[in-house]
Every structure is written in C-alpha cells, then in structure tokens.
C-alpha cells in the first residue's frame, strides 16, 4: 500500500533536483553539490542555475529557476545568504516545494533579521525550508546526494539527522570505513522551518528506516518534538545525542547554531518519557543504530552470552549486570544441549564457556541450541582468537544464525587481523558485531530499553 502524501516527499522523493549556485569551479560548494548529485546517480531531470554559463557538466544551465522548462519541486540553494531570500520567492513562484538551503550567514552570524525574511518569503510562497546553514540531504533509496560531502553514500537503514554540519560530513566517510548503512542523512542546521519532528514524523512511516538517529544542540519546540517523538518510539527507535550536556558545552552551542542548548536534566527526562533513547556519545549511538538497523524488536529480557574465553564471558557478564540485562539460568535440558558442544572442563552455565579450544563448529552448535530454546530470548557470542579456531568462518556462521532468527544476537570479536577481517564480513552482512564485549552488551542493553519503553508507550 503506498503511503500518503507528505509535504516533505519532495525532499526524499523529488522528480527532478535543481542547484542553484551551480559552479563551473571544482573545490566551490556549487560544484560539489551538482556533481555529487549526478555522481551519485539520481534519476531525474537536474538543473544546475546560474547566470553565468550556458551549460555545466552537459547539462544546460539556466540564469534563473524561472527559466526552467520543467516541473521543478526540490531546490538546493548554494548562494550568499543576501540574494537567498529573493531566490525562495522565485522557487515558490516556479511552483517549487523544498528548499535546502546550504548558505550560512543567517541566525548563526547574529542575522536573525535576514533569517526572518527566509521564513517569510517561504511562507508566503509556500516554499518549505530545511537548513539555512547546512550541507544537504541524501537519500539512498532514490540515489539522492543532495549534499557537498563524499559522493559514496552507503545504503542501509538508519537515518541520521545532524544539526553538526562538519560532524554530519565527516561522519559520511566514517560510515563507508565502518561498514554502516544510511537510509537518510539530513543536515538541519538552523532549522528555520523543516525541523527534527517534521523529519521524524516523515521518516515514521518510511519503509527504507528502520532507526532514526539524531545529533541535536537545540529544540525550537520541546512538545512538538516530544509529542512526535513518542508517537515515532512506538514504531521504530529513535537516538539522540544531545550536546551541551555542561554550562561551558551550552554557551558552545549558542554561538554554534544559536539554539538554547536548555537545562540538561530536563532534556534526560523528558527524552526517557517519549521513548527516546540517549546516547553518550557518536560511537555509542552508532553502535546501537547498528544493532536496531537489523529490525529486530525485543521479544524479551532473558540473554545468554556464549564463549570461547572465560575472562570476557565474565567481563560481559558484569558488563549485563550493571546495564540491567537479564541472564538467564539456563535450564536442564539447555544446559545438557550446551554440554555437547564443550569439553567436560566447560561450562553449560551462564555465561556459557565452550573453551578455547572451540571451533566455529562448536560455537554454530551451541548458537543454535539457543536459538532453538524457548528460554532464550538475547544471544551474546563472544569470540577471543585462538590458533585453533577460524574467526572468518564463524563470522559466516553468524551471520546466517542471525539471519534464520528472530532473536536479537550481538557479537564481539577480539584478535588481530584476521579477526578485523572477519568483523568487516560481518559488518557488510549486517551482523552487529563490535570489537569489545562491553559495547555488545551495551547495544543489547539499548534494544531492551527500547522495548521496555516502547511497551509502556502502548498504554498510554
Ligand atoms: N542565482 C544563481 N547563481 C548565483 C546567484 C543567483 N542568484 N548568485 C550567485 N550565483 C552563483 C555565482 O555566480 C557563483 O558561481 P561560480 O562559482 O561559477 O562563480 C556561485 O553561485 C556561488 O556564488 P559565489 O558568490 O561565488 O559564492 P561562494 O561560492 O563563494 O559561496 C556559499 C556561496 C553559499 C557556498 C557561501 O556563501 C556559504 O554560505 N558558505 C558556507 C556554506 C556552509 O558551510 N554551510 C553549512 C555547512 S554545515
């Protein structure tokens, strides 16, 4: 069944791009945003726009929108931020809907007046607005690199919304290294008009997300943001990472992108009621963006955490207790199934210690009797390398358990290159694998959380 209109579809969905500030110039902001959008092949009509040249990169260009011949409803603005305004009143004339407009010099320099006159002329031509003061969009479904970042966007699952430019471009590149797929990227800046709730009640219903993440200084409108936010919980997770957490970190962030960075206790709070889940830092929001993007919910607290190495079974098993994971006490008929996959001197209790001299035989074995068992409902497999064992091969074992089952499984691999490799594998396949047992337990903790949340949220 195909979804119902939004005002933001052109953002996501446009039917043709059109750039304006479109640059002959490599190294020029218009430059790079025509031909990453080209580069990263969108498949619609673009139109770069400027009064300048005939054509750039074998397309025609034209002196103003208002030229353009065709339809045009995506508009991505890369102009000195004086003549911007003006510009948003031709879109809107043109019959245009989004402009993502990349110019700073607004509210973030003290010119809240010009600002003011962007919304106006939005509004009055009903043009709606993301940015000013950002670096695009991007949406891998549609092949949209509406942005001045590297032209490889990987495709995945989880949507990032970043009110860091830099932070937002550089994290680009750091997915591709890491393995980690995007559904959407969305630089909001100042957020003018288009602001975190619109985008997450957009990226609610989008089939091609299976977890929002947000880097966010400021909220323009706490209840908006709150009320959408719950609303989005229910259905898929969302995480945040909140800067200017300290008094220093807020004044930071005022002359960052002039938002109210607020009382921080009150943020922690008020995100815990709506579901939403905070993170400390990028690496840890990722970590469990990692994990959601498999699209597995929670089917309950029990966990058992399977091992070839007795010292990270118990690092883990700290690690769980202190991060409020459940671990079960596995049954007799578990414990006697665990049994046959360890020498006499392991362990069928939890944590489940199948030795060091387990193969990836021995780990599949004791995996899936997990998997099999009602009991069970979180599988952690911890993997320390071992001259008797193939790390490579069980990353594939993995990756097809996790794959066959329902069951959220998390894994961590420590060793050295070999186990890099094995990592990579499972990182392209979608396996969330980390390189320590703490961050695994972490994730996990976070899926729990959400659930747990998440049911509260129905009963409201
Ligand atoms: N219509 C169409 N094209 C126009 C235009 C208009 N009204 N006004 C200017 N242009 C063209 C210019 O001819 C120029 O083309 P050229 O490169 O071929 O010479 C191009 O648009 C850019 O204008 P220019 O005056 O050279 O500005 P610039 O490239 O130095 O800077 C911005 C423009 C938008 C990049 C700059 O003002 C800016 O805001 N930079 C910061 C962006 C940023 O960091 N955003 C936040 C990221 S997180």
Redesign the pocket.
Known sequence: MSRKSHPLDPLFHPKSVVI??????PG????ALLTNVLKYGFKGPVYP?????EEIEDLKCYP?VLDIPGEIDLVVV????E?VPK?IGEIGAKGGKVAVV????FKEVGRDDLEKELLEYGRRYGVRILGP???GVAYTPKRLNATFGPTEVREGSIAFITQS??L??ALMGWTIVEKIGLSALI?V?NKSDIDDADLLEWLKDDPHTKVVLVYMEGVKDGRKFLKVAREVSKKKPIVVIKAGRTARGMKAVSSHTGSLAGMDSVYSAAFEQAGILRADNVEEAFDWAVLFSTGKVPLGEETVIITNGGGVGVLATDACEVNRIKLLDPPEDLREAFSSYMPPFGSARNPVDITGQATHVEFEGAVESAIKHDSVKNIIVLYCQTAVSDPIKLAEVLVEQNRSTEKPMVASFIGGEEVAEAMEIMREREFPAYPTPERAVKALAAMLRWGRRRKLLDRV
């Open positions: 304006v500030g479109a640059s002959k110039t020029k902001i218009g430059h726009v400027n009064p300048k040249y103003t890369a102009i000195p931020a003549n510009v990349i110019s700073s010099g003061n950002i670096f430019g830099a937002g471009i630089s800046g």
